[in-house]
């Protein structure tokens, strides 16, 4: 028996299918397969009622999926219980949005390690989307994701880290055009709607009866600011404070009241890891907090300097 079959029975109630089973742990449907055959070998019992169209738990398969979860939820608690009063120790595996990567999280994770040199953080880049999934099926411990946006896996819980505000951003120099100008005139750079903020974006535009001219849809706000510094284009996109400052770009606020997007770290309900969960949330709003406090300096010096007017109406 293995805790990787374990995890895989697990999905396989939880999704209610071998095929999305898979997906979800990374392995093939007969890979599945294999797994629980071994399992029903090693127990000497039948885990499913394989007459009908989607695999249903026997009576023994409901007794071993039971146990299988206390194991696994044993398991799982073991770094936490390796760790003393004064040092954590263990190990995390955690997922994150690229904003929060080339945000906080440098500063975090080095402070961590400080702190707690015992603690081994193992990181990821994704999706807000994918990056909630695998935090469901237990391939992650947590995962820094926008906030959850419907639908999204169930027996998720998160705590807020930080919120970004939500820009039109267009080439430098456009002087006192406003947005619905600039969507109308230009064309948009979409950030792809599979992304929650994405999905924010969207209904925004269609609330506010605001027409786009669609250019591209890209996944990466990296690359979609590349785009727009090169003037192919203008987007709207969830900035932190110090992006902004950086930005040499026309930025005018977007929505009406300005939108916000709250990043949060995403666990699952029973919360294997949270002594290691609230110790990484408390080192990301410490970083944040470093990097916002000069950016916000060096924001309002350039608007000074430039004299400056962002627009408060939608246009």
């Given at each position: ?92 595996k955690v997922g994150a949005i ?101 999905r924010m974006i969207a209904r ?80 990301i709003r410490a970083s944040m ?27």
């Amino acid at each position: 028996m293995s805790l990787r079959a374990l995890r895989s029975l697990k999905a396989i109630a939880h999704h209610g299918s071998f095929a999305r089973a898979g997906e979800a742990v990374g392995l093939t449907q007969s890979a599945i397969s294999l797994q629980v055959r071994g399992l029903e070998e090693e127990f000497g019992v039948q885990l499913f009622d394989r007459s009908r169209r989607l695999p249903v738990l026997t009576e023994a398969g409901r007794i071993v999926l039971a146990r299988a979860e206390e194991v696994l939820a044993l398991y799982d608690r073991i770094p936490e219980a390796l760790s003393d009063e004064r040092s954590l120790s263990g190990r995390l595996k955690v997922g994150a949005i690229q904003t929060a990567l080339s945000g906080p999280m440098p500063g975090a994770l080095a402070d961590l390690r400080r702190a707690h040199p015992r603690l081994r953080v193992h990181v990821g880049a994704g999706m807000s989307v994918e990056l909630a999934a695998r935090v469901a099926n237990g391939e992650l411990d947590a995962a820094v994701t926008t906030e959850p946006v419907r639908p999204h896996p169930p027996d998720l819980v998160w705590t807020e880290l930080y919120a970004d505000r939500f820009w039109l951003i267009a080439p430098p120099g456009l002087g006192r055009a406003d947005v619905a100008t600039l969507l109308a005139d230009m064309p948009f750079i979409r950030f792809d709607a599979r992304a929650w903020a994405g999905r924010m974006i969207a209904r925004e535009l269609r609330r506010l009866g605001l027409k786009v001219r669609e250019e591209m849809v890209l996944d990466s706000q990296e690359v979609i600011l590349r785009m727009v510094e090169r003037g192919l284009g203008v987007a709207v996109l969830p900035l932190p404070d110090a992006v902004l400052a950086e930005a040499n770009l026309t930025c005018l606020p977007f929505g009406d009241p300005q939108m916000r997007r709250r990043v949060v770290l995403l666990e699952r309900q029973d919360r294997p890891s949270r002594r290691l969960c609230l110790a990484l949330a408390e080192a990301i709003r410490a970083s944040m907090a470093a990097q916002s406090a000069p950016a916000a300096s060096r924001t309002q010096n350039g608007r000074r300097a430039q004299g400056t007017r962002r627009p408060s109406k939608m246009g």
